[in-house]
Antibody, heavy 123, light 107 residues
Framework: QVQLQQSGPGLVKPSETLSLTCSVS????????WSWIRQSPGKGLEWIGY???????SYNPSLKSRVTMSVDTSKNQFSLRLSSVTAADTAMYYC?????????????????WGQGTLVTVSS | DIQMTQSPPSLSASVGDRVTITCRAS??????LNWYQQKPGKAPKLLMY???SLQSGVPSRFSGSGSGTDFTLTITSLQPEDFATYYC?????????FGPGTKVEIK
C-alpha cells in the first residue's frame, strides 16, 4: 500500500518561494503521475499540476507561471516550488498519486493522498 | 475550463437514512467523474471513480451513477463514520476540477 509523506515549511514570507517535498514509500515512483493539490476556504480544492517519473509535467494554467515540479527517482520523492507567493497562496497543500487509465474518454483519479501541509504566507 | 457544482451544499441526516448528493458539470464529461470523502483534519479519500466504480475497500453502501453532465452519489443506510464532506471531481479534461463539496451532518 503506497504511502505519501509530505515535508516542508509551514510558513513562507510574501514574495518568497514555497517548497514542499513528498516522499513515496511502499511503492515505486516509476510509472505513475504525481500531483499537487491545494485546498483553501476561498477556492476549495485546486489541482496545481502533476509530474511523471520521467520528468514530464503539466501545470494548472492559473498557476503555471509560478510553478515548478521536479522528481528524484533515486530518492522516491517529488517536489513542488511555487514562487512569488502572496496571502492568496495560503492553503493546505496535498501531494497525491494520479492514477491514469489509458482510455477514451480519459479516466484518472487521485489516490492515495499525503497527510497535507498547512502553508501560511505571512511576514 | 469545466466547472463543477454540487447540491445541496450541506444536509442533515440520521443514521440509517438514505442520502443522495448531486454533482453537475458545466459540459459533458462522459463518465469521467470521481467522488471523494473528507473528514475534518484529514486528506480526501477516493470513494468512486469512473462515475460508478467502487474503490477497493469502500463499503458497498456507497454507489455512484450518471454520465454526461449529471451525477449522483448515494449512501444507503448512513453510518456514523459517513458524516463528512463529499467532493466530486472531473477527470475529462485538464485541469481536473473539484466540486465545492457537500457536508453531511448529523441530524
Amino acid at each position: 500500500q503506497v504511502q505519501l509523506q509530505q515535508s516542508g515549511p509551514g510558513l513562507v514570507k510574501p514574495s518568497e518561494t514555497l517548497s514542499l517535498t513528498c516522499s513515496v514509500s511502499d511503492g515505486s515512483i516509476r510509472n505513475y503521475y504525481w500531483s499537487w493539490i491545494r485546498q483553501s476556504p476561498g477556492k476549495g480544492l485546486e489541482w496545481i499540476g502533476y509530474i511523471y517519473h520521467s520528468g514530464t509535467s503539466s501545470y494548472n494554467p492559473s498557476l503555471k507561471s509560478r510553478v515548478t515540479m521536479s522528481v528524484d527517482t533515486s530518492k522516491n520523492q517529488f517536489s513542488l516550488r511555487l514562487s512569488s507567493v502572496t496571502a492568496a497562496d495560503t492553503a493546505m497543500y496535498y501531494c497525491a498519486r494520479q492514477v491514469v487509465v489509458p482510455a477514451t474518454p480519459s479516466y484518472n483519479w487521485f489516490d492515495p493522498w499525503g497527510q497535507g501541509t498547512l502553508v501560511t504566507v505571512s511576514s | 475550463d469545466i466547472q463543477m457544482t454540487q447540491s445541496p451544499p450541506s444536509l442533515s441526516a440520521s443514521v440509517g437514512d438514505r442520502v443522495t448528493i448531486t454533482c453537475r458539470a458545466s459540459q459533458s464529461i462522459s463518465s469521467s467523474l470521481n467522488w471523494y470523502q473528507q473528514k475534518p483534519g484529514k486528506a480526501p479519500k477516493l470513494l468512486m471513480y469512473g462515475a460508478s466504480s467502487l474503490q477497493s475497500g469502500v463499503p458497498s453502501r456507497f454507489s455512484g451513477s450518471g454520465s454526461g453532465t449529471d451525477f449522483t452519489l448515494t449512501i444507503t443506510s448512513l453510518q456514523p463514520e459517513d458524516f463528512a464532506t463529499y467532493y466530486c471531481q472531473q477527470s475529462y479534461t485538464t485541469p481536473p476540477a473539484f466540486g465545492p463539496g457537500t457536508k453531511v451532518e448529523i441530524k
